[in-house]
């Protein structure tokens, strides 16, 4: 018979907590095609209304000189950096879990955008972008050809 050494809750609670962290980052890793500097991705919200597209993004502690936007027809780029801001020395800190480093997201759209037309903002560590919906393309217009 084996004798197994016994490992308190919090133990195997911190054990799991940092197996889910490399899972995650080894993920965004696999993703994104890069090596996973700090496993931090804001998390981001799309929905359609009748009108536009809006997308959501978790930002906070991201200053604005720090994210860029980009909407070509349906594809929308959202890149940025949230800076590590320690207001103590670092050697006294017992955890430090908020991710930093530069962050990617990159969305396709069911439809084409307005580019010209959407609108921005950052508020309260929410980034919302608003896009338009490109109306549709009026149908050619098929010519009846007549015999001469």
């Known amino acids: 018979m084996a004798i197994l050494r016994w490992t308190s809750s919090r133990e195997r609670l911190l054990l799991h907590e940092r197996m889910s962290k490399l899972f995650d980052e080894t993920l965004a890793a696999l993703a994104s095609g890069h090596r996973a500097r700090s496993g931090w991705m804001p998390a981001c919200d799309i929905y359609e209304t009748p009108t536009s597209f809006v997308m959501k993004v978790e930002t906070p502690g991201v200053e604005l000189a720090d994210v860029a936007l980009e909407i070509n027809e349906n594809e929308v780029i959202v890149t940025g950096q949230r800076k ?57 217009k098929v010519i009846e050809i007549q015999a001469g």
Not at 105 to 133: I, W, Y
């Open 84 to 140: 590590r801001r320690l207001r103590h020395d670092p050697s006294r800190y017992q955890r430090v879990e908020r991710g930093e480093g530069r962050f990617v997201r990159a969305f396709t759209l069911p439809m084409t955008v307005d580019e010209r037309g959407a609108s921005a903002s950052l508020k309260d560590g929410v980034l919302t972008v608003v896009m338009p919906k490109r109306q549709a393309a009026t149908p050619p």
